[in-house]
């Protein structure tokens, strides 16, 4: 049942991308491209501190690299007698790029949802009204409010969520690479036990989610059809 839950969250999430306009296709490349830059700036404010702190507490480790001696002399001898004023700007500036950065993700993924649920509303909007004054009274008023504004809701937090686990997939993917060049034994282990408590608290809870969301969908439905009713009869009651 979970499997089958997981496979339909999957494929509704892809559905979702499929119906999606040309143009809004365009845009989530361009936040895909702002959210690879983000996480790019928040690995390189994250490495530069290493410089700053060593400049604060161990400075001779930078002029004695033989990395930097043979590739950047010219740079070590021209920050020499500020190294600590240089590294310090590095440092707050790289800060405040990625603070940058990470701000207009956080808009634009905002903004990306809100706009895609607002096609999605429009679509369903057109779908109800639309359709013949048969069907129309035919169908109940509480499916009609539940499927206009319950479930389109929901689909707008789908790709909020979905895209806030995007951007959250591409920063963890540049720091893993980024560790495993600075330490790889110690990176291997943290990836495994980030692993281990990862999967031992979707084992522990998914069912528990699955029943829910279950839940939480049945009474937003007697929700919507109780308040429906209600209005219904007083409107009967102010008519008689």
Known sequence: MITNFYSKTYVL???LFKSLEIKR?????????????????????LLSFIPFITSLSNPEIIFESKYLI???????ESIKDNYVLVFT??????????????????????????????????????????????????KSSSDTVHLSVIQVND?????????????STILFLFLIVTMLFINLKLTIVAIILFVSIY???????????????????SIK???????TEMNGSIRDLILS
């Open 199 to 217: 999967a031992f608290l979707i084992l522990k809870f998914k069912s528990n989610l699955y029943l829910y969301s279950k839940q939480v969908d």
């Open 13 to 15: 999430v892809l559905s």
């Open 89 to 138: 700007l590095f440092f707050l500036i790289s800060i405040l790029i990625a603070g940058l950065l990470r701000i207009s993700n956080v808009y634009f993924t905002f903004k990306m949802a809100a706009k895609i649920g607002n096609d999605f509303m429009s679509r369903c909007l057109e779908r109800i009204y639309y359709k013949p004054y048969s069907n129309f009274i035919s």
């Open 70 to 76: 043979e590739n950047f002399p010219y740079l070590i």
């Open 221 to 227: 439905k007697s929700q919507i059809k109780l308040l």
């Open 25 to 45: 296709k365009y845009q989530l490349l361009y936040l895909f491209v702002i959210m690879t830059l983000a996480a790019l700036a928040e690995v390189f404010s």
């Open 155 to 167: 689909a707008i937090n789908v790709i909020l969520f979905s895209l806030q686990l995007l951007t």
